[in-house]
């Protein structure tokens, strides 16, 4: 028989919130016959480019699953290319009528060249890393969150993960204009348990966000999530890839889905990183009804 494994935790929990969190959410809008309830229902399902906006805000109060397949090249080890599909759904909770919790948990599964000799290609899960983001609700200029970042030791191998529990907190600023959208993420983590043999870890990710949106949904983005490994040698703790995007609000089966394509080039990367990726965005989004 088979057991339950630290490595199963994140797809357990991910389910869990496509199960139960999901459909409860679905379920609690007002269901009516009356036709003006329904027209004045219709009357606040927000726009494209309202959709556009909100999906760029990392904080919105909207329901969102975005699946991300990643293409790296240029990695000397190997044949030079590594694969990677992330989950990271946005799963807003409403804490009173004034706050939000904004949780985004995200993991994924790749498989990439090994820079150890004779090691060959490794393929497996990633840890689980939790972003919580405490936001009010209050109509103002600036939209912010703050909350913990927790990760969580999941990965399949040694490699692919750190082997230590972390945690830490992480801070979220924007404001958004008809079309544009200006806004970082910040955040920083320590490691507090886990295999006593790992390295410790102390990593900072800084996240700034550019995007403009305009009509039927098109949305151009620039992205640079940098992120510095504080315990790693002085020329190698910089990893600062650059995603120029373009996305498009369709619908499907009269569900709005975000589609994305990006191209990465790495500005600044130790020695063994990739040198230019790809990416492919499909984002299922749940908007208030």
Known sequence: MRTFSRRDIPFAIITAWFVFVLPTKAQNGPQTSNPSASQSQQATVPTDLELAKEQRNPIADLIEVPIVSSFDFGIPAGNGFQYTLTVQPTIPFKVSSDWILVTKPTFSVLTSPESASGQGRTTGSSDLVTEFYFSPQKSTAVVWGLGPVIGIPTAST????????????????????????????????????????????????????????????????????????????????????????????????????????????????????????????????????
């Open 158 to 289: 040694s490699l692919l993960g750190t082997g230590k529990w972390t945690l830490g907190p992480g801070l979220a600023i924007l404001k958004q204009t008809e079309h544009w959208t200006f806004g970082v993420k910040v955040s920083h983590v320590w490691s507090f348990a886990g295999d006593k043999n790992r390295a410790e870890v102390s990593d900072t990710l800084l996240e700034p966000i550019l995007a403009y949106s305009w009509g039927k949904g098109w949305t151009v983005g620039l992205d640079l999530a940098s992120t510095h490994d504080s315990n790693a040698a002085s020329n190698s703790r910089w990893v600062a890839p650059v995603e120029m995007s373009i996305s498009k609000i369709v619908d499907f089966g009269g569900r709005p889905v975000s589609l994305s394509f990006g191209v990465i080039p790495y500005a600044v990367a130790p020695v063994g990183s990739p040198r230019v990726g790809l990416s492919f965005t499909v984002d299922p989004l749940f908007p208030k009804e």
